[in-house]
């Protein structure tokens, strides 16, 4: 088996992902995160609940395990996922009771995923492209710009809040195993595309504004976390082109008005100046970060 023979004494990458580990493991858990990081870093379909030297058992394990989660309940799993339900369920209620309270409350509970997902923070490159890509990371940054504003506006708050709901839904499933929150799971992608379609409403900043629910410097805030956003979440851009050619069918319409025509074209070029768009959208999901500015 592959697994047994990879170089674990030797492998730098290795022991970065220990040492980001919090809290540090006892020694009865490093089998658990050794099979963690080799079906993260070095072969995807590895099963995660096999066990070295006992081959009927992993027959069994490979009968068991189709829902293809990543994790291993034993106690201590257990503890983290109960954990874990505990704190967004809490955030996700206080989203109804009190908004404000909330963010804070989901502010927390991001910065838990995170660690827990990702390892302690590290101020170095390596981490942030680690980070870069995790939907963790980006509710975390938009959560943080609610806090400095003390944002009212629930609009906004939203597309965090499907996250969060999902989050719970993927936890409970990992204990329960109920068809109920597999059939939710199910529709996670298309519930979570058009929430970043709401998420890519710049006029939602302008009401919070008009309301005296949001600053005006939050708008300039705001527009920087969806340009972000744009680069580093494939579905951001995906909403973005839908929508863009959408207008351009409008436009070209025979039946369309010249002054439709007009605001449709104003809004194009407000878009790309907005996310400053090249000819051809590269797939790349790292482009132009240090630019986003």
Request: charged content about 15%; aromatic content about 18%.
């Amino acid at each position: 088996m592959e697994f047994i023979r990879y170089d674990w004494d030797n492998s730098e990458e290795w022991k970065n992902y220990l040492e980001n580990i919090f809290p540090p493991p006892p020694q009865s858990r490093i089998l658990y995160y050794k099979k963690k990081f080799y079906k993260l870093k070095v072969d995807p379909n590895f099963d995660v609940n096999y066990i070295p030297g006992n081959n009927n058992l992993n027959q069994r394990n490979d009968e068991r395990n189709n829902n293809n989660n990543n994790y291993n309940n034993n106690n201590g799993d257990v503890i983290f996922i109960y954990t874990d339900i505990i704190l967004s369920v809490t955030s996700f209620l206080s989203f109804f009771i009190h908004y404000p309270t909330s963010i804070k409350l989901l502010l927390g509970y991001y910065i838990h995923n995170l660690i827990k997902n990702e390892g302690v923070p590290k101020l170095n490159q390596q981490y942030f492209n680690k980070i870069i890509n995790s939907e963790s990371f980006s509710c975390l940054i938009l959560l943080i710009l609610l806090c400095i504003d003390n944002s009212h506006n629930i609009f906004i708050g939203i597309p965090i809040l499907f996250n969060t709901f999902f989050f719970i839904c993927k936890e409970s499933n990992v204990l329960i195993h109920n068809f109920i929150f597999s059939k939710i799971l199910s529709f996670k992608d298309i519930i979570l595309r058009y929430a970043n379609f709401f998420e890519m409403n710049i006029f939602i900043t302008i009401y919070g504004y008009w309301f005296k629910k949001n600053s005006f410097y939050f708008i300039f805030l705001y527009i920087q976390y969806i340009k972000f956003r744009f680069y580093v979440n494939q579905n951001i851009r995906d909403g973005y082109l839908t929508i863009n050619n959408y207008l351009n069918r409008i436009k070209t319409s025979q039946t369309s008005p010249l002054l439709l025509k007009h605001i449709i074209q104003t809004c194009q070029n407000l878009g790309n100046l907005i996310f400053n768009l090249p000819s051809s959208i590269a797939a790349n999901t790292n482009i132009a970060i240090c630019n986003i500015f």
